[in-house]
C-alpha cells in the first residue's frame, strides 16, 4: 500500500477560525512532510518530521502549527489564518531522510482563507 | 541551494504524440523524483531515478548525474497525460530538503 490519505479535502475558513488539516499513512514511513503549494507553482516544502520529531521548520509563521501524533499521523494546526494563506496543502511521507528517500503524496487538502 | 531547470515550461500535443521533458540541476544529488500533477492537484509518483534509466509502460526516464540532468519521455500521449510533471531533487550531503522544479505544463488534444 503506497497511500497517503489527507482528510478534509477542502476547507473554508474565516480569519478567526481554528481548524486541523490531518494526514496519515501506513507505509511505516519515518519522514513525514507539509508543503504548501500556490497556483501554477511547484510545491514548497514547510516542515519535516523525522522519528516524530521535528527536523526542518523552513521559516513558516506561527499560525501554522504541527504535530505529529505518532509515527503514522501528522496534523497540522491552522490559526489566524491570512487570505493569502490560500493554497493547496500536501502531505508526503518517505522511508526516511537518509539514502533511499522517495516521497509519497497525499492528494491534499485545499484551503480557503475568507 | 541547488538550483533545478525544467524545460520547456509548456508543451501542447497531439494525441499520439511523442515528447522529452528536461530537467537540469546544478549540483550532484542523492535522489531525483519525477512526478505528475494531475488536473485534480494529486502528484503522482512516476520514477524514483538518481541514476540510470527506468521503464514504465509508456514512460521512461534516463538520468545522468554526471551531467546533473535528467530526462522524461513520453510515447503515444493520451489526453489523460495532461497535467504538470514536476522533477525533485535532493542534494548529495545537504539537509534532505527536496527541491523542486517549476515543472513542464502538459496539453494533449484530441
Known amino acids: 500500500d503506497t497511500e497517503v490519505t489527507q482528510t478534509p479535502k477542502h476547507l473554508v475558513m474565516g480569519m478567526t477560525n481554528k481548524k486541523s488539516l490531518k494526514c496519515e499513512q501506513h507505509m511505516g514511513h519515518r519522514a513525514m512532510y507539509w508543503y504548501k503549494q500556490k497556483a501554477k507553482k511547484p510545491p514548497e516544502l514547510m516542515f519535516v518530521?523525522?522519528?516524530?520529531?521535528?527536523?526542518i521548520n523552513e521559516s513558516v509563521p506561527s499560525r501554522f502549527s504541527p504535530e505529529c501524533p505518532n509515527s503514522s499521523l501528522l496534523n497540522l494546526h491552522l490559526h489566524a489564518l491570512q487570505p493569502e494563506d490560500s493554497a493547496l496543502y500536501l502531505c508526503?511521507?518517505?522511508?526516511?531522510?537518509?539514502?533511499?528517500?522517495?516521497?509519497?503524496f497525499g492528494p491534499g487538502t485545499r484551503l480557503t482563507v475568507l | 541551494g541547488i538550483q533545478v531547470e525544467q524545460s520547456p515550461p509548456d508543451l501542447i500535443l497531439q494525441e499520439g504524440a511523442n515528447s522529452t521533458l528536461r530537467c537540469n540541476f546544478s549540483d550532484s544529488v542523492n535522489n531525483l523524483q519525477w512526478f505528475h500533477q494531475n488536473p485534480w492537484g494529486q502528484l503522482i509518483n512516476l520514477f524514483y531515478i538518481p541514476s540510470g534509466t527506468k521503464q514504465n509502460g509508456r514512460l521512461s526516464a534516463t538520468t545522468v548525474a554526471t551531467e546533473r540532468y535528467s530526462l522524461l519521455y513520453i510515447s503515444s500521449s493520451q489526453t489523460t497525460d495532461s497535467g504538470v510533471y514536476f522533477c525533485?531533487?535532493?542534494?548529495?550531503?545537504?539537509?534532505?530538503?527536496?527541491?523542486f522544479g517549476r515543472g513542464t505544463s502538459l496539453i494533449v488534444h484530441p
Open positions: 525533485a531533487v535532493e542534494r548529495s550531503g545537504g539537509s534532505y530538503i527536496p527541491t
Open positions: 518530521y523525522s522519528y516524530e520529531k521535528l527536523s
Open positions: 508526503a511521507s518517505s522511508e526516511g531522510l537518509a539514502g533511499y528517500n522517495e516521497q509519497f
